[in-house]
């Protein structure tokens, strides 16, 4: 398994002011170690796939205006995130880096509040698309991060979660940064990869810290870390959830990504899905494997296709 170098299709797609240029992964297999590593090529075939894609998601502006109009006391905000974590309102074109929200209060507060949408929420996109006749509106918004009275519903290239960056903790490990400044501990027994994309995921855990507030990172305190655990609504006991890995840290990852067929029983390879590699924890030496994700966990309908993109075979 994995003896070859494959593309990992879809890890991101970046504009430049004169083309598109789209970026993939790859895994190549030196020895026993994997090494991930990126590399940028224009492709006309791909050159408009992008904005084609969020083009084809676009409501007409009247849908947008009728949705917040004032007076109105339900009001609907649509939001795109890319695969990078980037969030747009969804009426804007191109979505690049200059249209991005940057706001870091509120990104955070967008964040933190995110969640599956549920019968209310989707009744309520069920009732929009029949007066709009827009007969799957209840499908294309699987998220929604409230905001009071208003609802703001979000539509992922991936998923609503991307993990952008990574700092290391005062006594040691990782956090994962995503949002502007929120976080979550990187525990290597968390990392899974695509069969059908190959980008990697991380499972979110139940509770994240603040990152601005409270740390001895942020206020200079040494010896005492009192950030208060938040729960992140989108994480419920019945229902695994999981964030993408942006392709550049996936890339700082592959370090210690290792074969791990030699050394682990046959029964994790066939029980648990295992991917044939696994984590080396710099720190402990210890080995993680690493997982698939699983079917349940891929994206839906709603996202980014990724039949479009290059193939890759895990067979």
């Known amino acids: 398994m994995l003896d070859r170098t494959m593309a990992l299709r879809g890890a991101a797609l970046l504009r430049t002011p004169m083309n ?21 090529f224009s492709d006309d075939r791909h050159s408009n796939y992008i904005d084609d894609w969020h083009a084809a998601t676009m409501k007409p502006m009247q849908f947008y205006e009728s949705q917040s109009a004032p007076g109105r006391k339900q009001k609907n905000y649509f939001y795109s995130i890319d695969l990078q974590g980037r969030v747009f309102l969804e009426d ?26 549920g019968m209310k929420e989707r009744a309520i996109l069920e009732d929009i698309g029949h ?32 993990f952008h960056s990574m700092n290391d903790k005062p006594y040691g490990g990782w956090d994962l940064i995503f949002g502007s400044t929120l976080s979550q501990p990187f525990s290597p027994k968390s ?16 509770e994240i810290d603040e990152g601005r507030e409270g740390s001895t990172l942020n206020n200079g305190v040494s010896g005492v870390l009192n950030v208060k655990p938040k729960l992140i609504p989108l994480h419920t006991i019945s229902r695994r959830e999981f964030g993408l890995i942006k392709s550049s840290l996936a890339v700082s990852l592959s370090e210690d990504i290792i074969d791990g067929n030699e050394e682990q029983p046959a029964s994790l390879l066939t029980e648990k899905q295992h991917s044939g590699m696994d984590f080396a924890c710099p720190e402990t030496g210890n080995r993680y494997a690493i997982f698939w994700l699983p079917e349940e966990a891929e994206a839906g309908s709603w996202a980014l296709p990724h039949d479009e993109v290059q193939d890759v075979s895990f067979e």
């Not at 929604?144 to 609802?151: K, M, R």
Request: with cysteine; glycine share 4%; hydrophobic share 45%.
């Open 20 to 40: 598109f240029v789209r970026e993939i992964v790859l895994i190549s297999k030196v020895g026993q170690r994997f090494v991930i590593s990126q590399r940028s």
């Open 92 to 117: 804007v074109l191109p979505k690049n880096i200059a249209t991005s929200l940057k706001n870091e209060k509120f990104l955070d507060f967008f964040f933190r509040r995110m969640k599956r949408a």
């Open 131 to 162: 007066e709009w006749g827009f007969s799957s509106l209840a499908d294309d918004y699987p998220f929604v991060s409230p905001c009071g009275a208003e609802l703001n519903f979000v539509r992922p290239a991936d998923t609503a979660i991307v």
């Open 191 to 206: 990392l899974f990869i695509s069969k059908h994309t190959g980008r990697i995921y991380h499972e979110i855990s139940a």
